[in-house]
């Protein structure tokens, strides 16, 4: 099975929605994230999650409010979002956040929004 | 300041043939880890290879190989003999010591290169 799924992989919403994205690893990985990638600009990381509890939050909207239930799941709840928020959104999973230096991240394959 | 530059937007490259994409960084911090990424045009991120600071030797996982210059803060992807596959997004990310020492898994990723692989 795939190390790290995200659902759905395209999503169209207004900015009135609210909606919902899903992340799951299967690696036994400790530590995940979300990060954003916008047209021409590097990848942004938005949170880190390290055994559940939220470590890093970098500047990000309450407009997007991540939960992380266990440390295999991670979503990303969105609401009143803006054209602007539109984006891939990557989802990626390492064993450990800390020490380490080998300590590579796995993505997965992103949900792609539109926000209209 | 930008902490990971990638200066080439994009490369070509004959099949068959190798390429250096080349990487900046900027970091004060004594240890730290370099690490490049390829994205295809699914969208995912696929790890390629790892170089830690205080490693000796440079990197190399099959066809690719981490030309590492510490002095110049270099880290540049080498990758030989292109196959049509290679074709993607190329990425460059480093993860720093955070504050206490731990990281905290932060990676700052450059703006990335686009690699095209011709017949």
């Known amino acids: 099975e795939t190390g790290v799924t995200q659902t759905p992989r395209h999503l169209v919403m207004g900015m009135t929605n609210k909606k919902s994205l899903k992340c799951e690893q299967h690696?036994?990985?400790?530590?995940m994230y979300w990060y954003k990638q916008s047209a021409k600009k590097p990848l942004e990381l938005m949170f880190v999650?390290?055994?559940?509890?939220?470590?890093e939050n970098n500047s990000v909207p309450s407009r997007f409010s991540p939960e992380c239930p266990n440390s295999s799941h991670l979503f990303l709840h969105l609401h009143t979002l803006q054209p602007e928020d539109s984006a891939l959104y990557l989802c990626?999973?390492?064993?450990?956040?800390?020490?380490?230096?080998?300590?590579?991240?796995?993505f997965g394959p992103g949900t792609r929004l539109t926000v209209l | 300041a930008q902490k990971i530059t990638q200066t080439q937007p994009g490369m070509f490259v004959q099949e068959k043939e190798a390429v250096t994409l080349d990487c900046t960084y900027d970091?004060?911090?004594?240890?730290?880890?370099l690490f490049w990424y390829k994205q295809p045009s699914s969208g995912e991120m696929i790890f390629l290879i790892y170089?830690?600071?205080?490693?000796?030797q440079n990197a190399t996982e099959g066809r690719y190989s981490l030309n590492f210059q510490k002095a110049r803060k270099s880290a540049n992807l080498v990758i030989s003999a292109s196959q049509l596959g290679d074709s993607a997004m190329y990425f460059c990310?480093?993860?720093?010591?955070?504050?206490?020492?731990?990281?905290?898994?932060?990676?700052?990723f450059g703006q990335g290169t686009i690699l095209t692989v011709h017949p």
């Open positions: 999650y390290n055994f559940k509890e939220q470590t």
């Open positions: 170089q830690g600071s205080y490693d000796q």
């Open positions: 990626a999973s390492s064993q450990d956040p800390t020490g380490a230096w080998g300590n590579e991240q796995f």
């Open positions: 970091t004060s911090d004594p240890s730290y880890g």
């Open positions: 990310a480093m993860r720093e010591t955070g504050a206490g020492g731990t990281s905290y898994g932060k990676l700052t």
């Open positions: 690696l036994g990985h400790n530590a």
